[in-house]
């Protein structure tokens, strides 16, 4: 009743036991990237106008629940939902099927020419926006050869 996928509601639990066995036989390497997906946001990335826009779906967050950083060049985006205290069950109300994911959420992305300075965010709507410049990079330079055509 009320399952979904070919493990249910004991998905969750199936993948923690397995990125704990796996990933204490193999290292962390191993266990990582299934642990980032699965405690991930889904996000786009736009390039235009010599800007990258990113927006990232976060429901159910306030701003202060989410943390944006720029350590070049790498920008973390991370919002964290803490768990309610569960009250306790009785006759009249008891869970049924509980689907929403408390914890750290984290995305990392490699952005090497982002304007520190210049980066503005907004939220609203669950939807998280970034508009990030790009700065002038004067170590880029186009060689032009010489000699003939």
């Known amino acids: 009743m ?3 996928g070919p ?6 639990e199936i993948f923690n036991q397995l990125a704990k066995t796996f990933g204490d036989t193999f290292g962390e390497e191993f266990a990582g990237p299934m642990r980032e997906r699965a405690m991930s946001f889904r996000t786009d990335i736009h390039e235009r ?10 429901p159910g967050f306030k ?8 350590t070049a060049p790498y920008l973390t985006i991370r ?4 768990e309610e205290t569960a009250q306790e069950e009785s006759e009249q109300r008891r869970i049924v099927r509980s689907e929403r994911r408390f914890g750290e959420f984290v995305r990392r992305f490699y952005i090497e020419d982002a304007d520190r300075e210049g980066i503005r965010a907004s939220l609203k709507d669950g939807l998280l926006k970034l508009e990030i410049p790009k700065r002038d990079n004067p170590a880029v330079k186009r060689i032009l050869i010489e000699g003939e055509d």
Not at 49 to 58: F, H, I, K
Not at 63 to 70: G, R
């Open 2 to 4: 009320f399952e979904q």
């Open 7 to 12: 493990f249910g509601r004991h998905a969750e």
């Open 49 to 58: 106008d010599g800007r990258y826009w990113v927006e990232a779906e976060l």
């Open 63 to 70: 701003k202060d629940d989410i943390d944006v950083d720029y």
């Open 79 to 82: 919002a964290v939902r803490q």
